[in-house]
C-alpha cells in the first residue's frame, strides 16, 4: 500500500528552527508538496520537490531524497503566525496525490 | 482570500435531510475536487472533476452525489448521510498541464455535522 508518515505534533520556540520530517512509500514519484493550514483555514501551497536536494523559499526550505524516501519541512526564525498543521503529500505514477495525516506544530513564547 | 470559495461554512443536518455544499472557483482553473477531512486523518480524495467531467469517485458512497456545471462551479449534494460524514469537506481546483502538477488551490471548507 502507499503511505505517507510525518509526526502528528511538534512543538517549537519563536525565533527557533524546526524540522518536521515526512517518509513515504508510493507507486512511483511525480514530486513531493508541503501544504500549510491554519486552523479553521484552507490548506495553501508551500513548496514543491522533484528533484533530490534543498529549496529555499525565504524562511522556509523544503528537502528531498527519493533515494530514501524522504523529505523535510524547514522553518526558520520561527514566529507565532507559523503555528499551523503542514501536511506532506507526495505524487504518486498515477499522478496521484498521496496525503500524509499532518503534523500540528505549536509555537510558543 | 485563495480564489476558492465555499458555502456554506457551516452545516448541521439530520440524517433524512437533503443538503447541499457549493464551491466556486475565480481562477480560471480546469479541474475541481472535493476531499474529506477528518480530524488526525490523511485528506480523502472524493472526486475529480476535469474539463467538467467526472474522472475520479474513489469509492465514495451514493449519498454523496457531485455535480459540475460548468468549469468554475461545483456542487456536492448530500441525502441520508451518517454520523461518521462529519467531517470538514475540502473543494480545491488546480490548472492542468501546470509547470507544478499537484499544485492546489482550496477552500476553506464547509464543516458537516450529521446529528
Known amino acids: 500500500g502507499q503511505n505517507i508518515d510525518q509526526p502528528t505534533e511538534m512543538t517549537a520556540t519563536e525565533g527557533a528552527i524546526v524540522q518536521i520530517n515526512c517518509t513515504y512509500q508510493?507507486?512511483?514519484?511525480?514530486?513531493l508538496f508541503w501544504y500549510q493550514q491554519h486552523a479553521g483555514e484552507a490548506p495553501t501551497f508551500l513548496s514543491y520537490?522533484?528533484l533530490d536536494g534543498l529549496e529555499e523559499k525565504g524562511r522556509f526550505s523544503s528537502f528531498l531524497s527519493r533515494s530514501k524516501g524522504y523529505s523535510y519541512l524547514l522553518l526558520k526564525e520561527l514566529q507565532m503566525k507559523d503555528s499551523a498543521s503542514y501536511l506532506c503529500?507526495?505524487?504518486?505514477?498515477?499522478?496521484?496525490?498521496?496525503w500524509g495525516a499532518g503534523t500540528k506544530l505549536i509555537i510558543k513564547p | 482570500e485563495t480564489g476558492v470559495t465555499q458555502t456554506p461554512r457551516h452545516l448541521v443536518m439530520g440524517m433524512t435531510n437533503k443538503k447541499s455544499l457549493k464551491c466556486e472557483q475565480h481562477?480560471?482553473?480546469?479541474?475541481m475536487y472535493w476531499y474529506k477531512q477528518s480530524a488526525k486523518k490523511p485528506l480523502e480524495l472524493m472526486f475529480v472533476?476535469?474539463?467538467?467531467?467526472?474522472?475520479e469517485n474513489n469509492s465514495v458512497p451514493s449519498r454523496f452525489s457531485p455535480e459540475c456545471p460548468n468549469s468554475s462551479h461545483l456542487f456536492l449534494h448530500l441525502h441520508t448521510l451518517q454520523p461518521e460524514d462529519s467531517a470538514l469537506y475540502l473543494c480545491?481546483?488546480?490548472?492542468?498541464?501546470?509547470?507544478?502538477?499537484?499544485?492546489?488551490?482550496f477552500g476553506e471548507g464547509s464543516r458537516l455535522t450529521v446529528l
Open positions: 503529500a507526495v505524487m504518486d505514477s498515477n499522478y496521484q496525490l498521496i
Open positions: 508510493t507507486s512511483g514519484f511525480n514530486g
Open positions: 480545491a481546483s488546480s490548472q492542468e498541464e501546470s509547470s507544478v502538477p499537484g499544485e492546489l488551490f
Open positions: 520537490n522533484v
Open positions: 481562477l480560471g482553473h480546469n479541474a
Open positions: 472533476y476535469s474539463l467538467e467531467e467526472r474522472v
